[in-house]
């Protein structure tokens, strides 16, 4: 009896208590999971439905040490190594040209390429191990709040905070993608010698492999696998206000109105937080928001969408407190006292993984915001955000939250997502400050979190926004100006609001958000003091040399809506993104993998944000391949060198792929 055996169209190895199935899923792709002391379960955290056609390309060859599985463009070989029958496993592209390999045993080492190390309980915390790869780079992973493109070397943790994202996909540049399709809280090294991959506790190992022969094929490979994004609304290619925070209705209205008066284009108003009375009620305190629904009347007949921000705390003192306890819809601490969360009081979380949860909350929020006529949500504290990040305390309906924790953000935007689809709702874009594989596919635009008002973090949002794109979240945004610490009245910040401004033109989404200083307490009819308001944030705030700069760029934005909703479009049909990193588009320039501070937005225009204090033009590499048109001077370069661009503040350099620049030229005027 060998170790290998074909089960109809899976490869099986077993040796020593260990069962490892192959299998293809999707084209050129393969998934790989391994058990120990059991079956191999079926089912999938995020990977869709496997099709029978993908399944009967499948082209396994069997011996007594070695076997093979061939899924178009990609191959396995398992190998059985002599010292202690361990399996090392290798992939291949169709040139032969190997793109992953575990680790071998190493003879008297004894290494373990998948090391199961028994936890109390029955699971595992588990290691996996692939050799490093000379030269190798490698791209995605979601979002890490570092200024570094690749991520070659890099230790990241497998777990959401405020503004981190893990999404564990990513693209190398040797031509394949890789997806650790575990949603335990865990790590990954991606070293010079050894990559590593750990799930703090978990079942099985399960990850899934393609090739292609450039990153867009990869990528679409990957969307197939996961899901794509929906059709985006129109009111996504606009510009969207917002600040911390519009807190009563008067408010709303006034600004509404004033951005009308002017004639400057508004597709969304954002309610923030602490429209409530308390942290579950799920509806505007009356205090504020004495009518509501004439408020959002009001908004849609000046063509302006409402957005309102949703928390999946439960404050102790909510209404729905009780009954969501006894019902069991809420998170729940495994040691110590029931709070999860200290923000104007003691707070637990709804529990987004449970069916019965995501059916209660829909409810309340259908009829107290959908009803109204409301139709796009501000999904916040998506992680979700544990005071202690303590994730071993924690427990969800679907598992533990060290086992399955990761899953938490796309189930919160699925609860949306479905319930506003049952609604009769079309078109979905829901706001949210976290994402797992597949968020994208529940409408999800996800914001990169409360980060600070500088320089240092802008520039991290370049790389953010370049990783979540090809982490397969091609809808993303940032909080324009940053959220922490942005005085109105101080000049370098109304300079750092401008050239962020700018960037966020030619973000998939728009949108000006921050906490503005100096803030002004507010206290109710009761008085207890509630969340504060921040200064003013519109763009007529920031002093008269910025306001037409800004709505300079919204008037750019609003005449590059045809081309945006032809990346938009692009996006729900192929998976791609929106903002890609420069090579993207040219795989073949090598520079083009170095780049951390520029990017395409689509395939047409080069953008290069000014990202640095006072800095009044710099350097901008053109790949090469192309030539570049400059939008602000109208020069030709040929591709494949930098050149220095002046940028006054009221210009960002641009450049424009010949074959469109004159229609490109024309739109953005």
């Not at 396994?60 to 361990?86: D, F, R, Y």
């Not at 390429?113 to 309980?121: E, N, S, T």
């Not at 976290?434 to 914001?447: D, F, I, R, T």
């Not at 909080?479 to 922490?484: R, V």
Request: net charge negative; glycine share 10%; hydrophobic share 40%.
């Amino acid at each position: 009896m060998g170790f290998f055996e074909q089960e109809e169209k899976k490869l099986i190895f077993r040796e020593n208590g260990e069962t490892v199935w192959v299998e293809t899923w999707g084209n050129d792709s393969l998934r790989v999971r391994s058990a120990m002391l059991s079956d191999v379960a079926e089912g999938s955290v995020a990977l869709l439905e496997n099709s029978k056609d993908t399944q009967s390309k499948a082209a396994i060859a069997i011996e007594e040490w070695e076997a093979s599985i061939t899924n178009g463009n990609i191959k396995a070989v398992l190998t059985v190594q002599p010292w202690g029958h361990a399996l090392q496993m290798a992939f291949y592209n169709g040139k032969g040209e190997l793109l992953l390999r575990e680790i071998s045993n190493g003879g008297a080492l004894t290494r373990k390429a998948r090391h199961f190390k028994p936890l109390q309980g029955g699971d595992f915390r588990l290691k996996v191990s692939f050799e490093g790869q000379p030269g190798e780079k490698i791209y995605g992973m979601g979002q890490y709040q570092q200024e570094r493109m690749d991520l070659k070397g890099c230790n990241l943790e497998l777990a959401h905070r405020n503004s981190q994202a893990s999404i564990p996909f990513y693209l190398s540049n040797r031509g394949y993608g890789f997806l650790w399709h575990n949603a335990a809280i865990g790590e990954v090294s991606f070293g010079e010698n050894v990559m590593t991959w750990v799930a703090e506790s978990t079942r099985q190992m399960d990850y899934w492999i393609t090739a292609g022969d450039t990153p867009a094929s990869i990528e679409e490979h990957f969307a197939d696998a996961v899901g794509k994004a929906p059709v985006m609304p129109e009111y996504g290619l606009g510009f969207w206000q917002c600040k911390l925070r519009y807190y009563n209705q008067q408010q709303v209205l006034d600004v509404a109105a004033e951005y009308c008066r002017r004639g400057i284009p508004l597709d969304v108003l954002v309610i923030d937080y602490y429209h409530w009375p308390r942290c579950g009620d799920w509806r505007f305190d009356e205090e504020y928001f004495p009518n509501p629904a004439e408020m959002v009347q009001k908004l849609h007949d000046m063509g302006i969408e409402t957005m309102v921000s949703i928390w999946p705390q439960v404050d102790w003192r909510s209404e729905n407190y009780e009954e969501m306890k006894q019902q069991g819809l809420l998170v729940k601490s495994n040691i110590g006292i029931d709070v999860q969360m200290l923000f104007h009081g003691n707070n637990v979380f709804m529990d987004a993984t449970n069916p019965r949860t995501r059916a209660y909350v829909w409810e309340k929020c259908k009829k107290n915001y959908a009803d109204l006529g409301i139709h796009t949500f501000w999904l916040d504290e998506a992680e979700p955000e544990f005071t202690t990040y303590e994730f071993d305390n924690y427990r969800y309906h679907a598992g533990p939250v060290a086992s399955v924790g990761n899953i938490y953000p796309r189930e919160y935007a699925r609860l949306f997502y479905e319930g506003q689809k049952q609604n009769g709702q079309q078109e979905i874009v829901n706001l949210i400050r976290c994402a797992w594989v597949g968020s994208q596919k529940y409408g999800a635009l996800v914001w990169s979190g409360d980060i600070m008002s500088d320089y240092a973090d802008f520039r991290k949002q370049i790389c953010a926004g370049i990783h979540m794109g090809v982490a397969g979240i091609p809808w993303w945004t940032t909080d324009i100006g940053g959220f922490h610490g942005g005085w109105i009245e101080n000049e370098d910040f109304r300079e750092l609001l401008v050239r962020w401004f700018q960037f966020g033109a030619f973000c998939p989404v728009m949108r000006l958000h921050g906490c503005r200083q100096p803030a002004t307490q507010i206290v109710n009819k009761a008085g207890e003091v509630r969340e504060q308001t921040g200064a003013d944030n519109e763009v007529w705030s920031f002093g008269e040399e910025a306001t037409p700069i800004l709505v300079k760029y919204i008037q750019v934005r609003e005449r590059m809506r045809d081309y945006t909703r032809e990346l938009m479009r692009e996006a729900h049909e192929k998976g791609t993104p929106i903002m890609r990193g420069l090579f993207y588009e040219f795989p073949e320039d090598e520079a083009c993998w170095d780049c951390k501070d520029a990017y395409l937005f689509g395939s047409d225009i080069l953008v290069a944000p000014v990202c640095h204090e006072h800095a009044f033009g710099r350097e901008v590499y053109l790949p090469a391949g192309a030539n570049w048109t400059c939008v602000s001077t109208g020069m030709v370069y040929e591709g494949g060198q930098s050149v220095w661009v002046d940028a006054p503040l009221d210009t960002i350099p641009l450049f424009l792929r010949e074959g469109r620049q004159q229609y490109l030229l024309e739109m953005l005027g």
